[in-house]
Antibody, heavy 121, light 107 residues
Framework: QLQLQESGPGLVKPSETLSLTCTVSGGSMSSGTYHWGWIRQSPGKGPEWIGTISNSGSTYYNPSLQSRVTVSIDPSKNQFSLRLSSVTAADTAVYFC?????????????WGQGTLVTVSS | EIVLTQSPGTLSLSPGERATLSCRASQTVTSSYLAWYQQKPGQAPRLLIYGISNRATGIPDRFSGSGSGTDFTLTINRLEPEDFAVYYCQQYADSWTFGQGTKVEIK
């Protein structure tokens, strides 16, 4: 099983851009046909899917966040990244990177531990 | 967007009892694209069930899923101590959304 680890600033100012990176270890991102996703969870709430990217670079975004989200991939570094622009306090959440393991790209069976991002001045 | 509403919010049960969790969708979930996850405090969600009733790899058979259309159920037979957690349903038929969760707590 691949291991995933999120990294990035834990504090972001309102109106700025949140940037996180997920580093994959225990194997190559380029081996096989994979998708890679970002999910967030605000305190006391259910998870919210943010976006997904495939090894070929195809992206799928949550329509409610699409105008502010960019997911990119760098297989040579075994990393994929999230950028969320114009953040507000409502974007405060634990952000997870994850890999689907089921028969559909939405079925996330392999997760990072998550990283808390707080939006505050 | 398909909104998923889970009930009850909290279920208080004893080990060995059966848990029945409900997930209702605001519109029909097509292609059986309904999954369930378990989450314990401080951990990431864990995929339990996909396609309404298929257990993910390594999930014990005391977990089962059922339902169709807009109404779905997760049943946990003979609750074990490690089953006390929060459970989320997810639909992946129209974008991908999660419910707000049901907490299964020890009575």
């Amino acid at each position: 099983q691949l291991q995933l680890q999120e990294s990035g600033p834990g504090l972001v100012k309102p109106s700025e851009t949140l940037s996180l990176t997920c580093t994959v270890s225990g194997g190559s991102m380029s081996s096989g046909t994979y998708h890679w996703g970002w999910i967030r969870q605000s305190p006391g709430k259910g998870p919210e899917w943010i976006g997904t990217i495939s090894n070929s670079g195809s992206t799928y975004y949550n329509p409610s966040l699409q105008s502010r989200v960019t997911v990119s991939i760098d297989p040579s570094k075994n990393q994929f990244s999230l950028r969320l622009s114009s953040v507000t306090a409502a974007d405060t959440a634990v952000y997870f990177c994850a890999r689907p393991t089921g028969p559909h790209p939405a079925l996330f069976g392999n997760w990072g531990q998550g990283t808390l991002v707080t939006v505050s001045s | 967007e398909i909104v998923l509403t889970q009930s009850p919010g909290t279920l208080s049960l004893s080990p060995g009892e059966r848990a029945t969790l409900s997930c209702r969708a605001s519109q029909t979930v097509t292609s059986s694209y309904l999954a369930w996850y378990q989450q314990k405090p401080g951990q990431a969600p864990r995929l339990l069930i996909y396609g309404i009733s298929n257990r993910a790899t390594g999930i014990p058979d005391r977990f089962s899923g059922s339902g169709s259309g807009t109404d779905f159920t997760l049943t946990i037979n003979r609750l074990e101590p490690e089953d006390f957690a929060v459970y989320y349903c997810q639909q992946y038929a129209d974008s991908w959304t999660f419910g707000q969760g049901t907490k299964v707590e020890i009575k």
